[in-house]
């Protein structure tokens, strides 16, 4: 069976460019959750997304936002980037809502120049 | 609001020596409780959980016991090895709480062979 998979492994993106950033779940797997790890500041959840829909969201700006397609696969998209949004972002799949917990992808390291 | 604090790392044990990583929480649910831990260049891997108090969760010779009376999880293995070495990330859920997870900050181990 397939992990949860991310696109592109790695990016760099300049100051005030858009970063769009892929994630494909589980087989069977309906929800879909970003993280962002900062260097220094752990883990931080940023969208969760159940059934095409935006269910819950974290402590971030607007510029922040993604959606789920048909097929449960999600995007993340970030505008106006800026130095600090340097991380890895990464994917998590789940079914029953994350009751047995996630699956994570390997994630992907945005860098912003 | 709900919380997880973990001991600091990094921690540096010998080969087969035992290993603690402590973890409590603070929830205003009924949470379940999970183990990550993520291998360098890596996403994170679930390590284990446990849904109830006094369930305990174990794998690959690590086990974490779910004890509400002293809203605690901590980690445990008998004797690690140098493949062990990575960051251990204690979290947990509070289903119909916004399906997302809470980390702590996570505990490096180290282990010299």
């Known amino acids: 069976e397939a992990g949860v998979t991310q696109s592109p492994t790695h990016l760099i993106k300049t100051r005030g460019q858009q970063a769009t950033l892929r994630c494909s779940p589980i087989?069977?797997?309906?929800?879909v959750y970003w993280y962002q790890q900062a260097l220094g500041l752990g883990l931080q959840f940023l969208l969760w997304?159940?059934?095409?829909?935006?269910?819950n969201r974290g402590n971030f700006p607007p510029r922040f936002s993604g959606r789920q397609f048909p097929n449960y696969s999600s995007e993340l998209n970030v505008n106006a980037l800026e130095l600090e949004d340097s991380a890895l972002y990464l994917c998590?799949?789940?079914?029953?809502?994350?009751?047995?917990?996630?699956?994570f992808g390997s994630g992907t390291r945005l860098t912003v120049v | 609001g709900n919380s997880v604090t973990q001991m600091e790392g990094p921690v540096t044990l010998s080969e087969e020596a035992f290993l603690t990583i402590n973890c409590t929480y603070t929830?205003?649910?009924?949470?379940?409780l999970f183990w990550y831990v993520q291998y360098p260049g890596e996403g994170l891997q679930l390590l284990l959980k446990?849904?109830?108090?006094?369930d305990k969760g174990s794998n690959k010779g690590f086990e974490a016991t779910y004890r509400k009376e002293t809203t605690s999880f901590h980690l445990e293995k008998g004797s690690v090895q140098v493949s062990d070495s990575a960051v251990y990330f204690c979290?947990?859920?509070?289903?119909?709480?916004?399906?997302?997870?809470?980390f702590g900050q996570g505990t490096e181990l180290s282990v010299k062979p």
């Open positions: 998590a799949s789940s079914n029953e809502q994350g009751r047995h917990g996630y699956t």
């Open positions: 087989s069977g797997h309906t929800s």
């Open positions: 997304y159940d059934e095409g829909e935006e269910r």
């Open positions: 929830a205003t649910g009924y949470p379940s």
């Open positions: 446990a849904t109830k108090a006094d």
């Open positions: 979290a947990l859920m509070i289903y119909n709480q916004g399906g997302k997870l809470i």
